[in-house]
Structures are given as structure tokens and as C-alpha cells.
């Protein structure tokens, strides 16, 4: 890769100095590019990683929702016990 870089440089008019410095900046470019990109390892990693935290959110959710269904039905059963006591009372006398 570096000659045809190199060839390429020096046909656009380059000196063979600056194409030779260009030509090896773009190889260890390159060559350092492919460092940081993610392996399937990486991705199933992070899957797993992702998959975990989601069902740990999901056992919150649920229990959430069981608390707010059961603070709901105390609520209607309060609600309910007020209203027959006072105010269908209040109708009989």
C-alpha cells in the first residue's frame, strides 16, 4: 500500500520528501484504524452486558406496577368505605 500511496502522491506533484512522510502518516493511520474497532467478542459482551441490565429493569417494573395496583385498590376500598359510611348514612337518617 505504501508504493502505490507513494506513486500517487508523487504524480499529483508532490516532492518525493512530502509523499514519503504522507505515505507513512497514512500508514500507521491505518494500521492503528482497525485497533478500535469492536470483535464479535466485543458485541456479545455488551449484548449480555445490555441483556442483564434489562431484565433487572424489568423485575423494578414489575414490582412497581404490583405496588401501584395495590396503593390503587387500597385507595377505591377507602374511597368506598367513606362513601357508603358517610354519605348513604347521611341519606338513611
Known amino acids: ?9 508523487e504524480q499529483a506533484g508532490l516532492p518525493s520528501k512530502h509523499a ?14 482497525h485497533a478500535g474497532l469492536a470483535r464479535k467478542v466485543d458485541i456479545a459482551d455488551l449484548r449480555a452486558e445490555l441483556l442483564g441490565m ?18 390503587q385498590t387500597a385507595v377505591l376500598a377507602a374511597g368506598g368505605y367513606f362513601y357508603i359510611n358517610f354519605y348513604v348514612n347521611s341519606l338513611m337518617r
Open 1 to 9: 500500500m505504501k508504493a502505490e500511496t507513494f506513486r500517487v502522491l
Open 54 to 71: 434489562l431484565h433487572a429493569v424489568k423485575g423494578e417494573l414489575v414490582r412497581w406496577l404490583f405496588l401501584v395496583v395495590l396503593g
Open 20 to 33: 514519503h512522510a504522507i505515505a507513512h502518516a497514512l500508514e500507521i493511520e491505518c494500521a492503528a484504524g
